[in-house]
């Protein structure tokens, strides 16, 4: 970024809308600093929404299965929850069994639910280090963008310093003085007042 | 011509930049006038703590009459005075209370303004947010001639405010800004007022390898000049001067010249001096490469034009409207509202020489045209003509049919 700097001095907001738009442009496609500072803070649940996904979800799956999960054997629609009674009750259903297997087949579906309740285990699991995953290479690429950022603002700081090297160097050699710099004739030159 | 300075405190070691900026007006204008400067026996702003004795002494050739402060600040009262008149559904009771207890509680100090003001043919009062300025002022209404230094932090949105600044007859306001934004809450248009500000206590010269070799200073350096406080923003430019270190690799130090009333951070980047004197502040300016200045709330940098005197470039909070506004007028000084305009700005003004040695002869022009002694006293003597004019009893009659003042009566 250059300016052309006048003999009757500089234009500030000019040199304010230079920076504006430099910034713009390095920002394209970005996420702001506010948006990476909070994705390194919250990490998982800045990425996913939180209502939508629960970071602690998997924990709670593995301590209380039953809770989230149903089991399915091939028991388990003979069952009764009535204590004695219920098990007096699960002995009759046992004996009319092969009765009501006159009706329907109840196997096809004991098998389905089974299988079921293993395949949302195994998809819980499965989407629970998909997320993880996906979270951790976000982060990555924020980070590697930031990288670049800054090596690009330092190789274009680089290129100033440069400049300003060589202009020093053909003051050296040219024969006119430049003129009173920042500490030319000093503050204390013309007081005021 | 007899002059009145009315301020809330007043001394040598009085550290405060409206009651600074009220001692280099009065000795300025003491040289041709007959000045009397009248206010508490307090040196502290926490406490208004009776320290100074009471009575009568001269300072640097200014005559001082001091008056006792009644009662100490509470700051816990005062605390829960300030969160009510902040809170909407409070009346204007509740103000006045809130300005007792914000002090210093003088009732002497204002009943001798109001006893004396046949003494004075004009009373300048400083910072309008204090009780002795406000029933001071209050007492003699058109006769006063008011500096407010105010800054946008709320409180002059107060009820009791807006018809007090209709009551002067003329303010000395610090910046544009400044105006506008007392305007917008008073309506107080019809009252005279000019944008004066303040000029400094100029060194002779200033040396910046002196300063270099008092401190063991080498290498380029960005300066901070104030006190070292949250409420100035110096920990929002403690985080972004070190953000910019590393992502740039820029070599820059940050000096610090002032007391630091905030940890620190320890980093060989930054390197903080404690308070300097007077001198050690010139030749710290003439050795820096840019000013900065974080504050969020100004109502009139002093070093920043001190800066510009010393042809020095600032980089200011842009969130402060008066600094953004000095900034454009002067054509001196860069501004950032986030990291990275703060980032932008300071590796072009560290970058590119040129535009520091442009920003800062600028900044010089526009000292000298607005804020040397000769033209801060000539505004000052056209304000004071103002004031006197406005109660020589010939002018009486078109006075009192005044549209602010009827607003103010009203």
């Given at each position: 970024m250059?300016f052309?700097?006048?003999?009757?001095?500089?234009?500030?907001?000019?040199?304010m809308?230079?920076?504006?738009?430099?910034?713009?442009?390095?920002?394209?496609?970005?996420?702001?600093?506010?948006e990476?500072r909070e994705?390194?803070?919250?990490?998982?649940?800045?990425?996913?929404?939180?209502?939508?996904?629960?970071?602690?979800?998997?924990?709670?799956?593995?301590a209380?299965?039953?809770?989230?999960?149903?089991?399915?054997?091939?028991?388990?629609?003979?069952?009764?929850?009535?204590g004695?009674?219920?098990?007096?009750?699960?002995?009759v259903?046992?004996?009319?069994?092969?009765?009501?297997k006159?009706?329907?087949?109840?196997?096809?579906?004991?098998?389905?639910?089974?299988?079921?309740?293993?395949?949302?285990?195994?998809?819980?699991?499965?989407?629970?280090n998909?997320?993880?995953?996906?979270?951790?290479?976000?982060?990555?690429?924020?980070?590697l963008?930031?990288?670049?950022?800054?090596?690009?603002?330092?190789?274009e700081?680089?290129?100033r310093?440069?400049?300003?090297?060589?202009?020093?160097?053909?003051?050296?050699?040219?024969?006119?003085?430049?003129?009173?710099?920042?500490?030319?004739?000093g503050?204390?030159?013309?007081?005021?007042? | 011509?007899?002059?009145?300075?009315?301020v809330?405190?007043?001394?040598?070691?009085?550290?405060?930049?409206?009651?600074y900026?009220?001692?280099?007006?009065?000795?300025?204008?003491?040289?041709?006038?007959q000045?009397?400067?009248?206010?508490?026996?307090?040196?502290?702003?926490?406490?208004?703590?009776?320290?100074?004795?009471?009575?009568?002494?001269?300072?640097?050739g200014v005559?001082?009459?001091?008056?006792?402060?009644?009662?100490?600040?509470?700051?816990?009262?005062?605390?829960?005075?300030?969160?009510?008149?902040?809170r909407?559904?409070?009346?204007?009771?509740?103000?006045?209370?809130w300005?007792?207890?914000?002090?210093?509680f003088?009732?002497?100090?204002?009943?001798?303004?109001a006893?004396?003001?046949?003494?004075h043919?004009?009373f300048?009062f400083?910072?309008?947010?204090?009780y002795?300025?406000?029933?001071?002022?209050?007492a003699?209404?058109?006769?006063?001639?008011?500096?407010?230094?105010a800054?946008?932090?709320?409180?002059?949105?107060l009820?009791?405010?807006?018809?007090?600044?209709?009551?002067?007859?003329?303010?000395?306001?610090?910046?544009?800004?400044?105006?506008?934004?007392?305007?917008?809450?008073s309506g107080?248009?019809?009252v005279?007022?000019?944008?004066?500000?303040?000029?400094?206590?100029?060194?002779?010269?200033a040396?910046?390898?002196?300063?270099?070799?008092?401190?063991?200073?080498?290498?380029?350096?960005?300066?901070?000049?104030?006190?070292?406080?949250?409420?100035?923003g110096?920990?929002?430019?403690?985080?972004?001067?070190?953000?910019?270190?590393?992502?740039?690799?820029?070599?820059?130090?940050?000096?610090?010249?002032?007391?630091?009333?905030?940890p620190?951070?320890?980093?060989?980047?930054?390197?903080?001096?404690?308070?300097?004197p007077?001198?050690?502040?010139?030749?710290?300016?003439?050795?820096?490469?840019?000013?900065?200045?974080?504050s969020?709330?100004?109502?009139?940098?002093?070093?920043?034009l001190e800066?510009?005197?010393?042809?020095?470039?600032v980089?200011?909070?842009?969130?402060?409207?008066?600094?953004?506004?000095?900034?454009?007028?002067?054509?001196?000084?860069?501004y950032?509202?986030t990291?990275?305009?703060?980032r932008?700005?300071?590796?072009?003004?560290?970058?590119?020489?040129?535009?520091?040695r442009?920003?800062?002869?600028?900044g010089?022009?526009?000292?000298?045209?607005?804020?040397?002694?000769?033209?801060?006293?000539?505004?000052?003597d056209?304000?004071?003509?103002?004031v006197?004019?406005?109660?020589?009893?010939?002018?009486?009659?078109?006075?009192?049919?005044?549209?602010?003042?009827?607003?103010?009566?009203?």
């Amino acid at each position: 970024m250059t300016f052309e700097i006048r003999a009757e001095g500089v234009d500030v907001e000019e040199i304010m809308r230079s920076i504006r738009k430099r910034i713009e442009e390095k920002k394209q496609g970005l996420y702001t600093d506010e948006e990476v500072r909070e994705i390194a803070e919250h990490r998982l649940d800045a990425v996913l929404d939180a209502h939508e996904f629960n970071s602690d979800f998997i924990s709670d799956f593995r301590a209380e299965p039953a809770r989230w999960n149903f089991g399915f054997e091939p028991e388990t629609i003979y069952r009764s929850s009535r204590g004695a009674v219920g098990r007096a009750l699960r002995a009759v259903r046992g004996l009319l069994s092969p009765v009501q297997k006159l009706f329907w087949n109840p196997n096809p579906m004991i098998s389905a639910l089974s299988r079921q309740s293993d395949l949302n285990s195994y998809f819980v699991h499965l989407l629970h280090n998909l997320a993880v995953e996906i979270t951790r290479l976000n982060l990555e690429v924020q980070d590697l963008k930031n990288r670049n950022l800054q090596l690009q603002g330092r190789l274009e700081m680089q290129a100033r310093r440069e400049k300003t090297l060589e202009s020093m160097v053909v003051y050296r050699e040219g024969a006119a003085p430049p003129g009173p710099g920042p500490g030319g004739s000093g503050p204390g030159g013309s007081a005021a007042g | 011509m007899r002059l009145a300075f009315v301020v809330q405190r007043y001394g040598l070691d009085v550290s405060g930049g409206a009651e600074y900026h009220c001692r280099l007006v009065a000795e300025r204008l003491a040289r041709r006038a007959q000045v009397e400067v009248l206010t508490t026996c307090a040196s502290d702003y926490i406490t208004w703590a009776n320290v100074y004795p009471e009575g009568a002494e001269t300072l640097n050739g200014v005559r001082v009459r001091r008056f006792p402060v009644e009662r100490p600040r509470d700051p816990y009262r005062f605390r829960d005075w300030s969160r009510q008149v902040m809170r909407p559904g409070h009346d204007e009771a509740d103000e006045l209370r809130w300005l007792e207890e914000e002090g210093p509680f003088s009732p002497a100090l204002v009943r001798h303004v109001a006893a004396r003001r046949a003494d004075h043919d004009v009373f300048v009062f400083f910072s309008y947010r204090y009780y002795t300025t406000y029933h001071g002022l209050r007492a003699l209404d058109r006769r006063a001639l008011l500096v407010p230094t105010a800054e946008d932090d709320g409180i002059h949105r107060l009820a009791i405010f807006a018809p007090f600044f209709r009551l002067p007859g003329a303010i000395a306001y610090n910046s544009v800004e400044e105006r506008e934004m007392i305007r917008a809450v008073s309506g107080n248009e019809a009252v005279p007022g000019e944008v004066v500000g303040v000029g400094s206590a100029l060194p002779e010269a200033a040396d910046p390898a002196r300063f270099r070799r008092r401190n063991g200073l080498d290498g380029r350096f960005v300066l901070y000049v104030g006190r070292i406080d949250r409420n100035k923003g110096c920990d929002q430019l403690f985080e972004h001067f070190l953000r910019y270190r590393r992502d740039t690799g820029s070599p820059l130090r940050l000096v610090l010249a002032g007391q630091p009333v905030l940890p620190v951070p320890d980093d060989p980047a930054i390197v903080p001096l404690g308070f300097v004197p007077d001198q050690d502040k010139w030749d710290a300016l003439a050795a820096a490469d840019v000013l900065v200045m974080p504050s969020f709330f100004e109502s009139l940098s002093m070093v920043t034009l001190e800066a510009w005197w010393a042809e020095r470039p600032v980089l200011a909070n842009g969130k402060c409207e008066v600094l953004r506004g000095q900034c454009r007028r002067a054509n001196a000084g860069l501004y950032y509202s986030t990291y990275d305009e703060f980032r932008e700005a300071l590796a072009l003004l560290e970058s590119d020489e040129a535009l520091r040695r442009a920003l800062g002869a600028s900044g010089r022009r526009y000292f000298e045209a607005h804020y040397a002694w000769d033209v801060i006293e000539r505004k000052y003597d056209d304000l004071i003509a103002v004031v006197r004019s406005a109660n020589e009893p010939a002018s009486r009659p078109d006075r009192a049919r005044d549209p602010s003042r009827d607003r103010a009566a009203g």
